[in-house]
């Protein structure tokens, strides 16, 4: 006689967790290829309307922004969205309204920075 056999209630309690721990990965597996499956999808529908309102200087001018800012890309790219789907401009964009719309929310959102040294003592 085995130790399995001897034990049984134990091995069958072990088979069961194992089962549900790997129907539990095979579970967020799916939810994960389905969660990345709807982002590349959102994504390609966001970059086809932008490559159908901006001009290709405009989008020249958003991938340098990006390399360096990729935060303030997606906002601007946001913003032009917003604004030719709400009809307030419209397309196609070029780089001067590009270059408008970062000039406006870098002078919003620029703090100049200012150190002061403070010197004790007799300097």
């Given at each position: 006689m ?9 091995y069958d ?6 089962r549900?721990k ?5 579970r ?10 709807a ?5 390609a ?12 200087k405009?989008?020249e ?5 990006r ?17 030719v ?7 196609p964009v070029?780089e ?5 719309l ?5 002078e919003?959102?620029?703090r100049e920075t200012?150190?002061?040294v403070k ?5």
């Open positions: 085995s130790y399995y056999e001897a034990g049984g209630g134990d309690e072990l088979e069961a967790i194992k549900k790997l129907l539990e990965l095979q967020r597996l799916l939810e994960e290829e389905a969660r990345r499956k982002e590349a999808e959102a994504r529908r966001r970059e086809a309307l932008l490559r159908a309102i901006l001009t290709p405009a989008r001018r958003l991938a340098n922004v390399l360096v800012r990729p935060d303030l890309a997606q906002f601007v790219e946001d913003q032009l969205i917003a604004l789907q709400s009809g307030r401009l419209r397309p070029d001067d309204i590009v270059k408008q970062l000039s406006t929310i870098y919003q959102t620029h200012r150190i002061r010197r004790r003592g007799g300097f």
